[in-house]
Each structure stands twice: as structure tokens, then as C-alpha cells.
């Protein structure tokens, strides 16, 4: 289980950040005041468009940022005070993941699991599990740089799950892949979901999280707009779907910011 208690977190703005962001406030709040929980058995869904602060919350809850306030906890483990306890629990897929282009897939496999001080045997196991399931076992000695987009894409989902991970945590699973690869992927989720994993991604595709999500939580600016089961976000705000729905909640935000 993943709990999130208020949880802020505020970037302090360089010059050349405040020129790009064109602000000039020397401060960026990402995340302002979050709280939710992700169970097992169930996923749950950070929603939102682009830049709303879902991926600075993942990156929280996975250690590889600190939060300016608030506490979260993954499995009971603190992320803050046993960081490295909560790294052994988790998982964390994200785009900004770089495998190196002269490796193969079956190296690079070898090259996690160790990291992970996985035994030889069981890294094997898990390369073939994986492997056969995202049929990347005829390309385990292609050097990846030759590799497609949706076949590298399928690697890192592997090797970011070389060590049977009790939580996955994915951000923007499913982004830029063809149809066949993205479905590849919301299956194997699924999957991990019966068998009892904690799942948590980020996404701005609602069609994904409508047929991946059990509960979600919808981001706007940093603040969270609703949340709940994807039915009682939908009826909350009158709408039969949830891309309806989110849409609704969107240019009420911006609406208000007007006013």
C-alpha cells in the first residue's frame, strides 16, 4: 500500500527557469497539500494534463526527490527515513529511463537483476519470464540501439521489473506507443493487479485510466480536482465517461482562475 498525507512540494526557480516558465516568481509549487492511498489488489490513477504535478508526485513516492512537506509511506516503510528499504519494494517506469544503446536486452537484464544482488538463477528466470511475455526473447542479443521504439519501450518495463516488485509504479505507461505494444502493456498491469501487486501510474489518456484504474485521483495546477472510483468521479460531476467528466472539472479550474 502507498500512503500519501499532504504532501507539497515547491521548486525553487533559477533566472533561466523563470524566463522559460515566464514568471517571476522564484518558487514553482508542483504538488500542493496531495493526500490519497494506493491498495493492493487495486490501481490507482493520477490524472491530469501535462505539467499538473503527476510525475513530481511519482517521483516523491519512488525516493528520487524529496517532498517539501507532507509524508508518504510505501508498504509501511517512511520514504524519507528508510529510503532504501522502500526502493526494494518498488518498482518505477518513466520515459526519462536510458538504457544504454550498445547493450543487449539479455546484458542489460543481467546488468539490473545484479544491481538488485539477484542470484544468477533467478535473473535468468525472470529474463525468460519477461522476455517471453513481451515478446523480446528473439531480440535479447540485438544491440538496442537497433531496436523499435515499442520494442526498447518493453525492455524498460521489463528491467524496471527484473526483481518481482511488490509496487509498480509507471508514468505514462502507454505514451507514445503503437496499439498493439500500449495493449501489451494495460494487460500485463492487469495481470500484476491479480496477482496482488499495488499499482500506481500517471496518465493523461482518461480512455486508459477508465479501462485500468479502480480509483483515481484528477490533478489540476498541483491540487487534486476529485477523486474516488472512476464511477463516483463520473457521477459527481454528471457525466457518463470520464474524459467528459475530467474535461468538466478542467475549464471549471481554468474558469475560476479567470475570475
Known amino acids: 500500500m502507498i500512503q500519501v498525507k499532504n504532501l507539497t512540494k515547491i521548486y525553487r526557480l533559477n533566472k533561466k527557469e523563470m524566463n522559460k516558465q515566464n514568471t517571476r516568481e522564484k518558487s514553482k509549487i508542483a504538488v500542493d497539500d496531495i493526500s490519497f492511498e494506493a491498495k493492493e489488489n487495486r490501481i490507482f ?19 528520487l526527490i524529496k517532498p517539501t512537506s507532507g509524508s508518504i509511506t510505501v508498504n509501511g516503510y517512511d520514504t524519507i527515513d528508510h529510503s532504501l528499504e522502500v526502493r526494494r519494494e518498488i518498482c518505477f517506469l518513466t520515459n526519462e529511463l536510458k538504457l544504454d544503446t550498445h547493450f543487449t536486452p539479455k546484458y542489460t537484464m543481467e546488468f539490473f537483476g545484479k544491481l538488485y544482488s539477484m542470484e544468477p538463477g533467478n535473473i535468468y528466470r525472470r529474463t525468460k519470464e519477461l522476455f517471453t511475455r513481451f515478446a523480446i526473447e528473439d531480440f535479447k542479443n540485438t544491440p538496442i540501439g537497433e531496436l523499435s521504439t515499442g520494442m526498447k519501450q518493453k525492455l524498460s518495463i521489463a528491467v524496471s521489473l527484473i526483481h518481482d516488485p511488490k509496487v509498480i509504479i509507471f508514468d505514462e505507461p502507454t505514451n507514445g506507443l503503437d496499439i498493439i505494444t500500449a495493449k501489451s502493456v494495460t494487460d500485463y498491469l492487469l495481470e500484476m493487479k491479480a496477482a496482488g ?9 482518461m480512455s486508459v485510466a477508465e479501462k485500468l484504474c479502480d480509483e483515481a485521483a484528477i490533478l489540476l495546477d498541483g491540487k487534486i480536482s476529485a477523486s474516488g472510483t472512476i464511477a463516483e468521479i463520473c457521477k459527481e460531476n454528471g457525466e457518463s465517461n470520464l474524459e467528459d467528466a475530467f474535461y468538466k472539472l478542467y475549464f471549471a479550474e481554468n474558469e475560476g482562475r479567470r475570475t
Do not use: E, F, Q
Not at 494534463?49 to 516523491?60: D, F, I, M, S, V
Open 45 to 63: 490513477g493520477l490524472l491530469g494534463p501535462n505539467g499538473a504535478g503527476k510525475t513530481t508526485a511519482l517521483r516523491c513516492i519512488a525516493t
Open 197 to 205: 501487486k499495488t499499482v500506481i501510474i500517471s496518465t493523461h489518456i
